[in-house]
């Protein structure tokens, strides 16, 4: 199998263009701008993470090299886990269709990004940019996604091609989740914005492609039916990371035990991360790499041997997993600290009424109570920052399969980035006015509407 390395021929779009390709895997276009600098990266707006006030002094070098191979392992980085989603789930075999040496009718980009898939402008050479704008690329072939992948701009998704160019396996990024695009090209089709959540992207139905599920049906022990139908609860923007641990596949009530895909930005300073608070940034970016892409690395974690909590990572022992070679652990400290420097979005000029934010900036504080654990400017607690289901009012059921049991008070710098699919670890409120009114009943706080009001637009400024 061969990727990306050397240079070579291939055609495009019926465009004959040559790709260079200079090193491994993570090698690619697309790398793009260089990082920002400490001044620009703060930009004085929103970061949680610093300020400019030493003057944007610059950062050592060997700071600027991590932080670069942190965004490489972020966006390119698979881990070796197309030994998972190429190999067993033959995945690949159903984005290439049959007319192309896979199974069924592929993945047509139109269909990609109907799941949500994102597609990488500044990754598309030129020309076929301007064809793709002039209409004179069919965006229902799938053989047009398979040149997406091979010049490295699917989001999220890394192709690994055979020499007679059919698609040996396929693997997936952080990005893929974490990622999405500012749609300056078209919709789905833009530049980068690492660490938002792609609250478009449909997890459930781009595994549901999948020709073998006997991966999941044997670590979960169930059918493959039961399988394709939890899959199939997720819906866009949602993933369920802990059913590869604890096999509940729905909630008792019989709505999707699956949750949001949070944001990666905005995360310095917080202590314990995911909804329900599992552990720090690298615990859980190994959990993820090791557990849920099935990365070759290394994981710890004896909580996970508690097998009436977690029966399925009891069972498969997913507490003590090795690899040789380990392909994670290597990767974790620059990945960290790119992680870190992705400071959440100031809010768009124009996008909230700066009067009655700053209104709603002293009721956050006073009146509405929400500065007790949404402290800021982290917006979360400095400290332990979990808090009891009963605490903010909702059911346990998430909170339940974790190993503290208890919600994580989430940050909220950003949210006007992830409106999309709702607020909440599963979106339980549709909008910022119900989350308003859910803590005015439960705190009985007396909020007028126009208290409400100033609240949500305190929150969309943030
Ligand atoms: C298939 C989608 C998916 C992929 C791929 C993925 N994540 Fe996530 N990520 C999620 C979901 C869903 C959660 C919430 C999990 C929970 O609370 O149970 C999450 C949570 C997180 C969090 C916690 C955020 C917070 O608010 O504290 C971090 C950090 C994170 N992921 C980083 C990563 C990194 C780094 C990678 C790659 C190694 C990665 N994720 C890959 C879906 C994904
Ligand atoms: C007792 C602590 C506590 C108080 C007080 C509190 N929150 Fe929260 N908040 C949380 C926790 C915990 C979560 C995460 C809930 C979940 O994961 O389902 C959360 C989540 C949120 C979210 C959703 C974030 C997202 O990404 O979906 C918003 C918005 C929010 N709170 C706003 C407020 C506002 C406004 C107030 C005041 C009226 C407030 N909170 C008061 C603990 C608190």
């Known amino acids: 199998m061969r990727n990306r390395r050397g240079s070579w021929v291939v055609p495009i779009f019926g465009v004959i263009i040559v790709v260079a390709g200079s090193g491994g895997c993570s090698e690619s276009k697309g790398t793009g701008q260089p990082l920002s600098t400490p001044d620009a990266a703060t930009d004085g707006s929103s970061g949680a993470a610093g300020t400019s006030e030493d003057g944007g002094m610059p950062l050592e070098p060997r700071t600027q090299a991590a932080l670069e191979a942190g965004r490489k392992t972020f966006r390119f980085e698979t881990f070796g886990d197309q030994a998972f989603w190429g190999d067993q789930l033959k995945l690949h075999q159903a984005i290439e269709g049959q007319a192309h040496g896979g199974v069924g009718p592929g993945l047509s980009p139109t269909m990609a990004l109907t799941v949500g898939l994102k597609v990488d402008a500044e990754a598309i050479p030129a020309g076929v940019a301007a064809n793709i704008k002039a209409g004179q690329v069919n965006l229902d072939d799938p053989a047009t996604t398979l040149s997406l992948l091979r ?42 914005l690492d660490g938002w959540a792609n609250r478009d992207l449909n997890v459930g139905a781009i595994i549901g492609l999948a020709p073998d599920l006997s991966p999941f049906t044997n670590l979960l022990q169930v059918d493959e039916a039961t399988v394709r139908a939890v899959l199939a609860s997720w819906g866009p923007g ?33 202590n314990l991360h995911t909804w329900t608070g599992w552990g720090s940034i690298p615990y859980w970016n190994a959990f993820v790499a090791v557990l849920e892409m099935m990365g070759k690395g290394t994981f710890f974690d004896p909580r996970l041997d508690d097998a009436a909590k977690f029966p399925v990572a009891a069972r498969a022992k997913r507490g003590h997993v090795r690899n040789d070679p380990d392909l994670v652990t290597p990767k974790l400290a620059d990945l960290h600290l790119y992680q870190l420097s992705l400071n959440a979005p100031a809010a768009p000029a124009g996008s909230f009424d700066a009067e009655a934010a700053a209104r709603g900036g002293t009721l956050f504080a006073g009146k509405a109570q929400c500065g007790r654990c949404h402290v800021p400017p982290l917006y979360t607690e400095p400290g332990w920052n979990l808090h009891a289901p009963e605490e903010i009012g909702i059911d346990d059921f998430q909170a339940k399969r974790s190993p503290d049991e208890k919600y994580r008070t989430a940050p909220l710098r950003g949210l006007h980035t992830h409106v999309k699919g709702g607020f909440y670890h599963d979106g339980r409120f549709a909008t910022l006015r119900d989350v308003v009114d859910h803590y005015d009943q439960l705190f009985e706080l007396g909020l007028t509407d126009a208290d409400k009001d100033d609240l949500v637009e305190y929150l969309k400024s943030l």
């Open 151 to 192: 010049v490295n701009a699917v989001v999220g998704v890394t192709g690994f091609f055979n020499d007679d160019g059919t698609l040996a396996s396929v693997g997936i990024q952080c990005a893929l989740c974490h990622s999405t695009v500012d749609d300056s090209f078209a919709p789905g089709i833009g530049k980068r």
């Open 238 to 270: 949602k993933f369920d990371a802990e059913l590869a641990v604890d096999g509940k596949g729905m909630r008792p009530d019989g709505k999707p035990a699956a949750t949001l895909i949070p944001p990666a930005f905005g995360l310095a300073g917080v």
